[in-house]
């Protein structure tokens, strides 16, 4: 099971910030955040991540709360074509190296113009 | 350029007959997955292998194998055993350190006629 809550769709107007929250209430000191988006028939993009301290590219800007249970993804001037499904995602660990990562339902963004 | 490479994109199969859907990638990572996504849904992971010849069984392998015998090919057969192969395949690599981003193919579209 998918260990992140995310809302199952948001709507943002083209030109303002778009904020998208996650729940990882369960994660572990040492598991990642992770973002990533798709859009329809493609394959997932990756986006950011972090681990405790906020992070900035040139995609987005990703804040993680000081008790990791939550982080808001930020997309700081959506456009149309940022319309996509966004995943959160936290790495499971495993023994052996056998990490993976677990994807859920993730959170329809639609940019209306 | 660095990729993952998928092929076919699209593919038809009849009823009973195995297909083998192709990923190559060419960003010397170690590991590799394959994922399935059915329509409005997340994805989930069929076989992970973190390194050559060796692969490990993610949450829905029944129907389907793999072989590792490379480090750039991780093919995926699904087998007349996989009762509803109609799906988005999604190919993705990593390397294998932790704080590692793992980036995916294009995907390939398999629908069983």
């Given at each position: 099971d ?9 709507d943002?107007a083209e ?7 996650c ?8 598991e990642?955040v ?5 859009i329809?028939?493609?394959g997932?993009?990756?986006i950011i ?13 990703l804040?993680?709360?000081?008790d990791?249970?939550s ?17 959160c995602i936290?790495?499971v660990?495993g023994?052996?190296?056998s ?15 | 350029d660095?990729?993952i ?27 590799m997955y394959?994922?399935?996504?059915d329509p409005?849904?997340?994805l989930?992971?069929?076989y992970y292998?973190?390194?050559v010849?060796?692969?490990q069984k993610?949450?829905i392998?029944?129907?389907?194998s ?8 991780f ?5 007349s ?6 799906a ?7 390397t ?18």
């Amino acid at each position: 099971d998918a260990k992140t809550t995310q809302p199952t769709s948001m709507d943002c107007a083209e030109g303002r910030a778009a904020n998208l929250p996650c729940n990882h209430s369960t994660i572990s000191g040492n598991e990642y955040v992770y973002w990533y988006r798709q859009i329809h028939s493609q394959g997932p993009q990756y986006i950011i991540h972090g681990l405790k301290n906020n992070e900035t590219n040139e995609m987005a800007s990703l804040i993680i709360t000081e008790d990791r249970k939550s982080s808001t993804l930020i997309l700081p001037h959506a456009t149309l074509r940022d319309t996509a499904v966004y995943y959160c995602i936290v790495r499971v660990g495993g023994q052996g190296g056998s990490e993976k990562l677990v994807f859920g339902k993730g959170t329809k963004l639609t940019v209306n113009p | 350029d660095g990729g993952i490479t998928q092929s076919p994109k699209y593919l038809f199969r009849k009823e009973g007959q195995n297909v083998t859907l192709s990923c190559e990638q060419n960003l010397n990572h170690d590991a590799m997955y394959w994922y399935r996504q059915d329509p409005g849904q997340g994805l989930r992971l069929i076989y992970y292998s973190q390194i050559v010849n060796d692969f490990q069984k993610g949450d829905i392998a029944e129907g389907y194998s793999v072989s590792r015998e490379k480090k750039e090919s991780f093919p995926l057969t699904v087998t007349s055993a996989q009762k509803n192969p109609t799906a988005f395949y999604l190919c993705a690599s990593s390397t294998a350190w932790r704080g590692y981003t793992i980036y995916f193919g294009e995907g390939s579209w398999l629908t069983v006629v």
